[in-house]
């Protein structure tokens, strides 16, 4: 391992962990559930959260460097039982530089009944650019759960899937970005489920859900 490369995994350390604060003050994640994983730049190598470690306890130095199969690379502590998922995810898909996976409640549910979440407000349109799409169901542990991500979001423009009887996993061109998703994902659960209580609801137009989703992909923020 270069320096270089050492300099850059220090820094993913510092960043995965701080992200998974996000987890806990979105109010995401229940006891020690859910994780966050990066992709180092230029290596085959990737760093996510160690499994069964209470997110107060959670430092930088306990992350888990694990190659693309999901092998820990260096460290003491045995990665996320989903390390294999986020691992095969990372194979299949380049483009992606980060993974989250949640149970948070209101996407969960959609994910208990197998609905997608429909596209009924503007805010889904901009982040997910349709629905929120139902990955099926897979047991943990190896990596069919990432092979039912990478089959449901490629080609898709959300980058945020529901697996069925499960919960939520999202992916970024950053951690962050993946964070970001997971955090809007369950926001808009939330949202719709209120509105539908009051009656049914019509989805976005294809060509607003566009407009919309272009123009928040590159004119929106800061450039």
């Not at 229940?30 to 966050?36: D, E, L, M």
């Not at 989250?100 to 959609?110: I, L």
Request: glycine share 10%; aromatic share 6%; proline share 6%.
């Amino acid at each position: 391992m270069t320096t270089t490369e050492s300099a850059e995994i220090t820094e993913l350390r510092q960043t995965v962990c701080a992200l998974h604060a996000e987890l806990t003050r979105n109010g995401l994640v229940a006891w020690t559930s859910g994780n966050v994983s990066a992709r180092v730049p230029g290596a085959d190598l990737m760093v996510i959260k160690p499994s069964g470690v209470s997110y107060d306890d959670l430092t930088p130095e306990n992350m888990v460097v694990c190659d693309l199969d999901g092998k820990p690379a260096s460290g003491r502590y045995s990665p996320s039982s989903d390390t294999a998922s986020h691992a095969y995810i990372y194979r299949a898909m380049p483009e992606v530089g980060g993974v989250v996976h949640t149970h948070s409640a209101y996407a969960t549910a959609w994910a208990a009944r197998g609905e997608p979440i429909p596209c009924v407000i503007t805010a889904m349109a901009d982040e997910f650019g349709g629905e929120v799409p139902v990955g099926p169901f897979a047991l943990i542990g190896g990596d069919q759960i990432g092979r039912g991500v990478v089959e449901t979001l490629r080609g898709h423009r959300s980058p945020a899937v529901l697996m069925r009887s499960h919960g939520v996993f999202t992916i970024g061109g950053t951690a962050r970005d993946a964070v970001k998703a997971a955090v809007m994902c369950e926001d808009v659960a939330r949202t719709v489920h209120l509105a539908r209580a009051y009656g049914e609801l019509a989805p976005l137009p294809a060509d607003q859900v566009d407009t919309l989703h272009a123009r928040y992909k590159n004119h929106y923020g800061q450039r």
